[in-house]
């Protein structure tokens, strides 16, 4: 008895994950923070979708701000990648994106470091600038479209 090992713990079986919620027909599922999960896509359609779908007070902005960039810089390029909206002036590459969090929504200007003034937001990456919107902050609809006419003229990021 004096060779006896004590039992060594078994871990318990993995739980297996659980599959994402798939939406019913028609409706669209909000991730956290409540960022509409819309399929990724090329083109109006699919911000259109993502807009709509946005939650509250942060639909009329999502309009909004797709207006005044589609003024700002007339035949803007459109998609959907990661559950988010972008903006570019030629294909592949972009210069601005927005997403729904909890209590605002985040807009990113990828190239905002270069941009006079500089958008508020910094990022843990250099050339990223965050312009925060919550519901009730007075929007600057002039400077907001002033940083995208700038924006949209410097290189845009390859994603």
Request: hydrophobic residues 35%.
């Amino acid at each position: 008895m004096a060779d006896e090992k004590p039992p060594t713990a078994q871990k318990p079986p993995a739980r297996p994950r659980k599959p994402a919620p798939k939406p019913e027909p028609g409706k669209v599922v909000l991730l956290s923070g409540g960022n509409p999960q819309i399929a990724k896509g090329y083109g109006d359609a699919p911000v259109q979708a993502y807009i709509a779908a946005m939650p509250g007070w942060k639909s009329d902005l999502g309009r909004r701000l797709d207006a005044l960039i589609e003024r700002t810089v007339p035949g803007v390029s459109k998609a959907v990648k990661w559950n988010s909206p972008f903006y570019g002036v030629e294909s592949g590459s972009w210069f601005l994106s927005f997403h729904c969090m909890t209590k605002y929504i985040k807009v990113a200007f990828f190239k905002g470091a270069s941009l006079h003034p500089l958008p508020p937001g910094t990022s843990k990456q250099k050339d990223v600038r965050y312009l925060d919107i919550h519901e009730d902050d007075p929007f600057d609809e002039a400077q907001f479209a002033d940083w995208v006419k700038q924006a949209s003229q410097l290189p845009g990021e390859r994603m």
